[in-house]
């Protein structure tokens, strides 16, 4: 009885032991595969059309999710923060409440889990077709590196384009909870933004941009790693996307918690 | 031009090639046939430096592949084509932009010229007017002679084939072969083709390489191999599933896995 127990405790702790390292071995990897990536950003042949490709793609394929999901979020900020100021009476701090809530914290994290789901989980895919259909054996054969054409123009679109995508959730965000505030709820307008202006800092809107660059950064990272090395079958790519979804989100997750007790 | 010292690649387990040596000579046809899984691609890739020997060498024109700087390798890649077993067409790209890849990634030739080199590679393998066809609208077979087409554009001096008859009708199929012998004898190409396709390996090979298990059993010209005396390659030429060369490759015996009997040698 004692020593199967025993057995079995020594079995999980090699368990997670080799979740560890195959966890680590993986972080490794793809930290080498996406600096080696990076690093052929200064070599030539310059990749910067494929850049702006890839910008284009990403910016076009979010923007309307990012409206909607700013809009809506916006939206129940300004009830859920009139119910909870009405409390004290203090609505007309309605306006800076929203205003930080969205700029800190919800327009990055919301802005990188949509962009994850949108644009991350398809450029997983899209490498790991082009793995299983020999695409990227194919481009190296025609002496293009993969990496500086396949890997890097994705990593830099996702840290460029998710900056501009958060920054439009945020205006559409206090745009809405401004409607929904003054319009619907009847705080004094000028009491709304003046509060709003006076309360949200510079520094701010700075935590906002470097939190969306180092999400949009993660998300390339381990949207094109998972994709590169996908096992190269139908079921590898589909359980590679899975994965990186997965991994984007708690990536950008502890990323925000670890950006934020830094910044405050 | 490509001479391959002792080289053996393993996955994990599977050893999918024993130290093999062989050479590629200059504006020859080899061909490198062997049943399902006995080495083939993974031979044909490591000559083309798509992956790398677990031991031993391949020297290409007097370059060591296995430990060539990547702006080197690029060099003699424009020297190789390569065409697929599954054609591996750039999905985003119509045939046009296929065909033309090279020619627009590595030259700065005018569009006119390239238009006419792409029309004519097109023509070589039959589908001049497909050049604003999108890879999906192809069939397997035509894809394949795009990518055959892709793999002419820059004049290689070298090209790998995988499979380059299989899934094509037999008329395609003949044409493909014929053209591959073509293009080795009037433009001194050299050609290392994989296939399995007994009939077209015999009729375009210069010289043969026969693959078993990652180990080479027969090599030599055509006539050689057809009277080789080997009873393992005549099985293989004619087909034949009885034989010193199993069809099954399963381990345990059959019997014990019908009545679910733990097998004596499951592992291993
Ligand atoms: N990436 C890989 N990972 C693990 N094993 C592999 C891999 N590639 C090939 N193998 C193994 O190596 C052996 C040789 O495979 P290879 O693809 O070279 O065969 P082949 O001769 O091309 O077969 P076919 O005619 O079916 O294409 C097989 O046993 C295969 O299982
Ligand atoms: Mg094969």
Redesign the interface.
């Given at each position: 009885m004692m020593s199967v127990s025993f057995d079995a405790v020594i079995r999980l702790l090699g368990s997670l032991g080799r979740f560890a390292l195959t966890s680590l071995d993986r972080m490794g990897d793809a930290t080498t595969l996406s600096l080696s990536s990076l690093a052929l950003l200064f070599r030539r042949p310059w990749q910067g059309q494929h850049i702006v490709l890839q910008l284009y793609a990403l910016g076009v394929g979010s923007f309307i999710i990012i409206a909607i999901t700013g809009a809506f979020t916006g939206m129940v900020l300004a009830l859920q923060g009139y119910y909870t100021l009405a409390k004290f009476g203090s609505e007309s701090l309605l306006g800076a409440g929203v205003a930080l809530s969205i700029i800190r914290e919800l327009g990055p994290v919301l802005g990188a889990l949509m962009l994850i789901g949108r644009a991350g989980s398809s450029i997983t895919a899209e490498i790991g077709i082009m793995r299983v259909t020999e695409q990227v054996d194919a481009l190296e054969m025609m002496a293009i590196n993969p990496r500086a054409r396949v890997l890097l123009p994705r990593i830099i679109a996702t840290t460029i384009a998710l900056p501009i995508l958060v920054t439009m959730f945020d205006i559409i965000g206090l745009a809405s909870g401004y409607v929904i505030g003054v319009e619907l709820l009847g705080v004094n307008g000028g009491a709304y933004i003046g509060e709003m202006i006076s309360k949200v800092m510079l520094q701010d809107l700075y935590a906002g941009w470097v939190k969306a660059v180092g999400f949009g950064f993660i998300i390339g990272v381990i949207c094109t790693y998972m994709g590169y090395r996908a096992e190269p079958t139908t079921e590898g790519v589909a359980a590679a996307t899975t994965k990186a979804v997965v991994a984007a989100s708690v990536g950008v997750l502890i990323m925000n918690y670890v950006l934020t007790s830094f910044f405050l | 031009m490509i001479r391959v010292e002792k080289l053996s690649r393993t996955f994990g387990e599977v050893a999918a090639l024993n130290a093999v040596d062989l050479q590629v000579r200059k504006h020859q046809t080899t061909v490198i046939m062997g049943g399902s899984g006995s080495g083939k691609t993974t031979l044909l890739?490591m000559l083309?430096a798509?992956d790398k020997p677990s031991s031993g060498h391949v020297w290409f024109d007097g370059h060591d592949l296995a430990s060539i700087r990547?702006k080197e390798l690029?060099?003699l890649?424009?020297r190789?084509?390569?065409v697929?077993?599954?054609s591996?067409?750039?999905?985003s790209l119509n045939v046009y932009d296929n065909v033309a890849?090279?020619l627009h990634?590595?030259t700065q030739l005018d569009e006119s010229i390239i238009r006419t080199m792409v029309t004519m590679k097109l023509e070589q393998v039959g589908l001049r007017g497909f050049e604003s066809f999108m890879p999906s609208e192809l069939s397997g077979g035509m894809a394949k002679r795009v990518a055959f087409a892709r793999a002419l554009a820059m004049d290689p001096e070298i090209v790998f084939f995988d499979e380059p008859t299989s899934g094509l009708d037999p008329i395609s199929a003949g044409v493909i072969a014929t053209l591959i012998k073509d293009l080795t004898q009037k433009t001194h190409m050299t050609s290392v083709v994989v296939t399995h396709d007994v009939h077209a390996g015999l009729q375009i090979a210069d010289y043969i390489i026969l693959l078993w298990q990652g180990d080479i059993i027969a090599e030599g010209t055509p006539d050689e191999i057809r009277q080789h005396a080997d009873e393992r390659v005549q099985q293989f030429l004619e087909g034949r599933p009885d034989g010193p060369i199993p069809f099954s490759r399963s381990k345990t015996a059959y019997i014990d896995d019908l009545l679910h009997k733990p097998g004596v040698v499951r592992i291993l």
């Amino acid at each position: 009885m004692m020593s199967v127990s025993f057995d079995a405790v020594i079995r999980l702790l090699g368990s997670l032991g080799r979740f560890a390292l195959t966890s680590l071995d993986r972080m490794g990897d793809a930290t080498t595969l996406s600096l080696s990536s990076l690093a052929l950003l200064f070599r030539r042949p310059w990749q910067g059309q494929h850049i702006v490709l890839q910008l284009y793609a990403l910016g076009v394929g979010s923007f309307i999710i990012i409206a909607i999901t700013g809009a809506f979020t916006g939206m129940v900020l300004a009830l859920q923060g009139y119910y909870t100021l009405a409390k004290f009476g203090s609505e007309s701090l309605l306006g800076a409440g929203v205003a930080l809530s969205i700029i800190r914290e919800l327009g990055p994290v919301l802005g990188a889990l949509m962009l994850i789901g949108r644009a991350g989980s398809s450029i997983t895919a899209e490498i790991g077709i082009m793995r299983v259909t020999e695409q990227v054996d194919a481009l190296e054969m025609m002496a293009i590196n993969p990496r500086a054409r396949v890997l890097l123009p994705r990593i830099i679109a996702t840290t460029i384009a998710l900056p501009i995508l958060v920054t439009m959730f945020d205006i559409i965000g206090l745009a809405s909870g401004y409607v929904i505030g003054v319009e619907l709820l009847g705080v004094n307008g000028g009491a709304y933004i003046g509060e709003m202006i006076s309360k949200v800092m510079l520094q701010d809107l700075y935590a906002g941009w470097v939190k969306a660059v180092g999400f949009g950064f993660i998300i390339g990272v381990i949207c094109t790693y998972m994709g590169y090395r996908a096992e190269p079958t139908t079921e590898g790519v589909a359980a590679a996307t899975t994965k990186a979804v997965v991994a984007a989100s708690v990536g950008v997750l502890i990323m925000n918690y670890v950006l934020t007790s830094f910044f405050l | 031009m490509i001479r391959v010292e002792k080289l053996s690649r393993t996955f994990g387990e599977v050893a999918a090639l024993n130290a093999v040596d062989l050479q590629v000579r200059k504006h020859q046809t080899t061909v490198i046939m062997g049943g399902s899984g006995s080495g083939k691609t993974t031979l044909l890739r490591m000559l083309a430096a798509l992956d790398k020997p677990s031991s031993g060498h391949v020297w290409f024109d007097g370059h060591d592949l296995a430990s060539i700087r990547r702006k080197e390798l690029y060099e003699l890649r424009a020297r190789m084509g390569m065409v697929f077993q599954y054609s591996a067409l750039l999905n985003s790209l119509n045939v046009y932009d296929n065909v033309a890849f090279t020619l627009h990634e590595h030259t700065q030739l005018d569009e006119s010229i390239i238009r006419t080199m792409v029309t004519m590679k097109l023509e070589q393998v039959g589908l001049r007017g497909f050049e604003s066809f999108m890879p999906s609208e192809l069939s397997g077979g035509m894809a394949k002679r795009v990518a055959f087409a892709r793999a002419l554009a820059m004049d290689p001096e070298i090209v790998f084939f995988d499979e380059p008859t299989s899934g094509l009708d037999p008329i395609s199929a003949g044409v493909i072969a014929t053209l591959i012998k073509d293009l080795t004898q009037k433009t001194h190409m050299t050609s290392v083709v994989v296939t399995h396709d007994v009939h077209a390996g015999l009729q375009i090979a210069d010289y043969i390489i026969l693959l078993w298990q990652g180990d080479i059993i027969a090599e030599g010209t055509p006539d050689e191999i057809r009277q080789h005396a080997d009873e393992r390659v005549q099985q293989f030429l004619e087909g034949r599933p009885d034989g010193p060369i199993p069809f099954s490759r399963s381990k345990t015996a059959y019997i014990d896995d019908l009545l679910h009997k733990p097998g004596v040698v499951r592992i291993l």
